[in-house]
């Protein structure tokens, strides 16, 4: 899926990774088919909002920009990525799982180093001046993302399932924090920082009972005195990696900028549009891109090739109205669970980026999400055929 540019045109241009999607889907329908195993329930959710979601679109007489690109994401891609993820954890071996998702890691962050020394022109977005450390995905933030949502997922899973961590493992989170401050995102940060108190706030709220893994009962026994102490550490070790880059990765003068001339200014042209749908919003998918292609007032990162805004729910919430973000919720809702340090926590770092970054726009989200929902729904199957 991380195949940006490598893409066929099939009046739209449709990448690799997304056909792959599309492939495997079927292969697991077909093999749910036969073992009379298909989770109904879910395909209908996905699917049912997906056409709803393309009837608002269509219903709306705004002038749109490749409108049918986001449709088939929706109708198809989207569905296909939610219900692969929650397939793949409910029916292959957690050691097998962690095993491909760390093999993934190890691959994404050794095309990330190899193309940043010869930046091979058929797999590497170049970007001009906005080019970074960012492997063979679209953009540095992209790579970020699902490089941090890997290395939480095998982080998560070994200690949900006692899982022992090897040189192997170290070495691959070392090098991943490495590839992290080389990609110079942000949200990256702002999420490890985000999820140390919001796990504070859950341990508060979990009760000990069998339907809890052994890595969430032991969060109940860590004092916030701790959670204080590594918030505080890793706050201190950014400020102080970021005070020795040439180029730091935050700056006052960067916050300013963001806040005058990019996200700030954006969210308050989001706000008025909005405001003059009377909060209803359904502009239609494609909108924003139509909208900023004539926008006369210059917001740094908008125009005619940008797709969607910063803050993903507030686009959705302006593409197809109030729906599309009560479906985004609810996947969250089905993505988290108490049941496992992984349930809790993936969920909210894809929260968090979402909140900052056109994250709904890219496979990986559903992948993710449905990783989550699957692995909640296995445990809920287990505890009942035991009873």
């Excluded at 749109?64 to 109708?75: A, G, L, M, Q, R």
């Excluded at 949900?160 to 942000?186: C, E, G, P």
């Excluded at 985000?194 to 859950?202: G, K």
Aim: proline fraction near 2%; include cysteine.
């Amino acid at each position: 899926m991380s195949l940006a540019i490598v893409s066929i045109n099939l009046g739209f241009n449709m990448r690799i990774g997304q056909l792959s999607i599309l492939l495997f889907f079927a292969i697991v329908i077909l093999s749910d088919l036969k073992n009379n195993k298909l989770n109904e329930p879910i395909l209908f959710f996905l699917l049912f909002f997906g056409f709803l979601l393309t009837m608002i679109s269509f219903n709306s007489s705004y002038s749109k920009i490749d409108e049918i690109k986001f449709i088939i994401k929706y109708v198809l891609i989207f569905p296909a990525a939610f219900y692969i993820g929650q397939w793949t954890i409910r029916n292959f071996p957690i050691r097998k799982f962690l095993f491909a998702t760390e093999i993934t890691m190890a691959i994404h962050m050794f095309m990330a180093f190899f193309l940043s020394i010869f930046p091979i022109g058929f797999l590497y977005n170049d970007r001009g001046a906005n080019s970074g450390f960012q492997g063979t995905f679209l953009e540095a933030g992209w790579f970020s993302l699902v490089l941090g949502a890997l290395t939480l997922t095998s982080i998560l899973l070994r200690l949900d399932y006692k899982l022992k961590f090897t040189k192997f493992h170290y070495i691959l989170y070392f090098v991943a924090l490495i590839s992290q401050f080389l990609s110079k995102n942000k949200t990256i940060w702002i999420a490890l920082l985000a999820i140390l108190i919001f796990l504070l706030i859950v341990k508060l709220f979990i009760d000990n009972n069998s339907k809890i893994r052994y890595s969430v009962s032991k969060l109940k026994e860590i004092n916030p005195f701790n959670f204080i102490m590594i918030f505080l550490l890793l706050l201190t070790t950014l400020f102080t990696i970021n005070m020795m880059l040439e180029k730091p990765i935050v700056s006052a003068e960067m916050i300013d900028e963001k806040l005058r001339a990019e996200r700030g200014k954006a969210f308050f042209v989001a706000i008025d549009i909005l405001k003059n749908s009377d909060w209803l919003g359904g502009y239609g998918f494609g909108y924003i891109q139509q909208y900023f292609a004539v926008f006369t007032d210059d917001i740094i990162g908008l125009n005619s090739e940008t797709s969607m805004l910063f803050n993903s729910y507030i686009d959705v919430w302006i593409s197809v109205g109030i729906l599309g973000l009560i479906f985004h919720l609810i996947l969250l809702k089905l993505a988290f669970s108490t049941s496992h340090l992984f349930t809790i926590v993936i969920p909210f770092y894809f929260f968090i980026f979402c909140n900052t970054n056109p994250t709904i726009l890219i496979e990986d989200y559903y992948l993710f999400l449905g990783i989550c929902y699957g692995l909640a729904l296995k445990t809920k199957q287990k505890e009942s055929f035991g009873r």
